[in-house]
T-cell receptor
C-alpha cells in the first residue's frame, strides 16, 4: 500500500521553464513533507521541506506547495537548469516521536538545454 | 553541514558470504540511524531504525537475523547482510536524523551490493 505516490515516473522540460513535480499521500497523520534530489548510485540530497501547518515554502528556485485537503503537494523549480536533472523523491513523516520517512517512487526530471 | 560517510560504495560478494556496510556520522552524533533499501526504479524502503545502545527496530517483512544492525556508538552504525543471496542485491542507504527544528535527515552515499 503506497502511502506516498508520485504518479509521474518522468518529466522533461526545457531549460529556463518551470518544472512541476507532484506528490499525493493517503495518510492524514503525516505532518511533515520533504523533497529530495538523487543522482544514480548516490544518496538523496535534501532540497526543501514543509510542515503540515503551512501551505507554501520557498527557497531560491524551489517552492513547495501543500494542499492538505487534497493530500497533495508539489515542487516547483523555476527556472529549471540542466543541473537539476535527477530523480526527485517526495517523503513524508508521521506525527509524534516516530521519525521514519515514507518515500514515493520518485520522478526522473530531465531538463533539456 | 552534517555528513554521513557510508562504506563501501560498491561491493560484490559470493552467495553465502556476509557483507558489512558502515555508516559514520562525521561531524555530529547520530542517536538514530535509518537503513533503507532501494530496488531499481522503486522508492527507498525503510528496513530498520537503529538507536545507539539499543536493539534495532525492524520493519515488517525484514528478517532480523539476515540483516544485522549494530549501533554501538553515536557515530557508527553497521548493517551486515548475512548469508547473502542474489535476491539481496540492491542499493542500501543509511540516514541519520538531525536534531534540528526542520526534522532534517542526512543520507549516506549508498552501497551497491551485488551477490553473485
Amino acid at each position: 500500500d503506497q502511502q506516498v505516490k508520485q504518479n509521474s515516473p518522468s518529466l522533461s522540460v526545457q531549460e529556463g521553464r518551470i518544472s512541476i513535480l507532484n506528490c499525493d499521500y493517503t495518510n492524514s497523520m503525516f505532518d511533515y513533507f520533504l523533497w529530495y534530489k538523487k543522482y544514480p548510485a548516490e544518496g538523496p540530497t535534501f532540497l526543501i521541506s514543509i510542515s503540515s501547518i503551512k501551505d507554501k515554502n520557498e527557497d531560491g528556485r524551489f517552492t513547495v506547495f501543500l494542499n492538505k485537503s487534497a493530500k497533495h503537494l508539489s515542487l516547483h523549480i523555476v527556472p529549471s537548469q540542466p543541473g537539476d536533472s535527477a530523480v526527485y523523491f517526495c517523503a513524508a513523516k508521521s506525527g509524534g516521536s516516530n521519525y521514519k520517512l515514507t518515500f514515493g517512487k520518485g520522478t526522473l526530471l530531465t531538463v533539456n538545454p | 553541514g552534517a555528513v554521513v560517510s557510508q562504506h563501501p560504495s560498491r561491493v560484490i560478494c559470493k552467495s553465502g558470504t556476509s557483507v558489512k556496510i558502515e555508516c559514520r556520522s562525521l561531524d555530529f552524533q547520530a542517536t538514530t540511524m535509518f537503513w533503507y533499501r532501494q530496488f531499481p526504479k522503486q522508492s527507498l524502503m525503510l528496513m530498520a531504525t537503529s538507536n545507539e545502545g539499543s536493539k534495532a527496530t525492524y520493519e515488517q517483512g525484514v528478517e532480523k537475523d539476515k540483516f544485522l544492525i549494530n549501533h554501538a556508538s553515536l557515530t557508527l552504525s553497521t548493517l551486515t547482510v548475512t548469508s547473502a543471496h542474489p535476491e539481496d542485491s540492491s542499493f542500501y542507504i543509511c540516514s541519520a536524523r538531525l536534531l534540528s527544528a526542520n526534522y532534517g535527515y542526512t543520507f549516506g552515499s549508498g552501497t551497491r551490493l551485488t551477490v553473485v
